[in-house]
Structures are given as C-alpha cells and as structure tokens.
C-alpha cells in the first residue's frame, strides 16, 4: 500500500524498467503482459519518462495486451489498439512488430483460431515475464468475468453488465459498448512469471478484499491470483482500506 497512486505507478513502472535493463544485459528479450483502462496509465506515463529522461529502450521488448473488444475497429479511438498507442506506443522506441493486440476487427469464424494462436505466439516467445493487471468491480482480470475457470485461456468471451456500465461513459452511453470483447484466459494471466496489480480509489476497496481475503472461486475470478506465487499487489489508501 502506497500514499498516493503516482508514488506506486512510479514504484511498478520502476520495477518493469529494472527487469528490461536486466534482460538487455544479458541480450535477451523481455516479455511484458499489458492492460489498458485508467489503472496502468500512470505506469505508462513513467515508463514513457524512464525512456525520454534517462535512457531506457524498449528496443528488446515484446508485448501481449491482455484484451480487445468484440466488435472493434483497430483504428476507433475506443479500440484498445488506440489506447496503447496514445498512451504508450508511440511515446517509446518499442519495434511495431514486438507489439501484439487481440484483434477486434475478426469474424466469428475466425475468432478461434486466432486466439490459439495468441497462446502459441506467446509460448514461442518464452512466456510473460511480467503481467501488468487492473481489476473490474465484478472481479475480472483482462476481461475473464465470472463465472472463469483457473485454466481458461484467450477466448471470446461476453462482458458483464457492470463492467459494460463502467465502460459506458468513455462510449457515450452503454448502448454503444461491445457485448463481446477477446481476453487472455485465467490460464495464460497464471503462466506469467511476475504479476503487478494495480488497484486505486475507494470504488475498488470492496472487490480488492475479495481478491485477496475472500475464497478461491470462478465467481471472482482475481481470487484465482491468491495461487500465484509471484504476485505483487499495489495499492493507494483508498482501494487498500476494506483491507
Ligand atoms: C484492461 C482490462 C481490465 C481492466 C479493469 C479495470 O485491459 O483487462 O481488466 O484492468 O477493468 O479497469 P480500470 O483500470 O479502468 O479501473
């Protein structure tokens, strides 16, 4: 638990630094899992920081956002395609085809396969070595809304009620956002070597205490994080004080 989000943004966007330079020691490459929504934008701000003030390259580094919306134009600025390149990409030196994004803009009949082969491109590439996480009030992590099973993994999948009114105001209204979205499983957020949780403000204090006081269920499917032995929970007064 931290003062203040900014202090905690700074503290995880610190680590993932400290991890890449690590890696770009050895010459090898670091895998980071991403998430959009308001929760990581003050990590992305000091990453884009680290890389302007003092150096770090994102030159060694492959990214997997953790999800898109169903129907989705890559190019609309509610697409999460256009999310992580306003508050990220475009801000750093990150190649543009070390970055991978579910695709919104599939058919039904093309929606499987694709999400298999999300799976294997992340296999191939040695697995996340860190997995940057938000949570929704309904206990999602990506979008893997309840009922979510321990091993699922990248699928379509159809978004709660309560997370689609969460989402409304940046739509204009509820009617306007997906039913359907693409996400990394509970099974590939498990496989990541690290996890960084983020978590502010007093509307997540009840579902946080659930997260990590509450019973192991696919009812809330964060619980599922309190079996991950490497899993970092960063947290402001607010979002920490159901705790
Ligand atoms: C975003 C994602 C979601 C969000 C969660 C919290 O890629 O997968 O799980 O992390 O809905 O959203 P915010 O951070 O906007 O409260």
Not at 71 to 94: G, T, W
Request: glycine fraction near 8%; charged fraction near 20%.
């Amino acid at each position: 638990t931290f003062d203040s989000k900014e202090v905690a943004s700074k503290k995880a966007a610190a680590r993932i630094a400290e991890l890449i330079q690590d890696r770009d020691s050895k010459g090898e490459n670091t895998i980071l899992g991403l998430a959009t929504g308001s929760s990581p934008l003050g990590v992305y701000a000091e990453l884009i920081r680290l890389h302007k003030e003092e150096g770090l390259s994102f030159q060694n580094v492959i990214t997997f956002n953790l999800d898109e919306y169903l129907p989705m134009d890559a190019n609309s600025a509610h697409s999460y395609v256009y999310f992580m390149q306003e508050n990220l990409f475009k801000h750093i030196d990150i190649k543009p085809e070390n970055i991978h994004i579910p695709d919104g803009t599939l058919s039904q009949e093309q929606v499987d396969s694709f999400c298999q082969e999300y799976e294997q491109k992340i296999a191939a590439v040695g697995g996340i070595d860190i997995q940057l996480l938000g949570i929704g009030r309904t206990g999602h992590i990506g979008f893997n809304e309840p009922p979510s099973s321990l091993d699922s993994l990248t699928r379509q999948v159809i978004l709660h009620e309560i997370t689609r009114i969460d989402a409304a105001p940046g739509f204009g209204g509820i009617e306007h956002v997906p039913s359907s979205a693409i996400t990394m499983g509970v099974g590939t957020i498990m496989k990541a070597k690290e996890v960084i949780m983020l978590a502010w403000g007093e509307s997540k204090a009840a579902i946080v205490k659930e997260m990590i006081q509450g019973e192991i269920s696919e009812q809330v499917p964060a619980t599922f994080l309190q079996y991950h032995a490497n899993t970092q929970v960063y947290l402001d007064k607010t979002a920490a004080s159901a705790l």
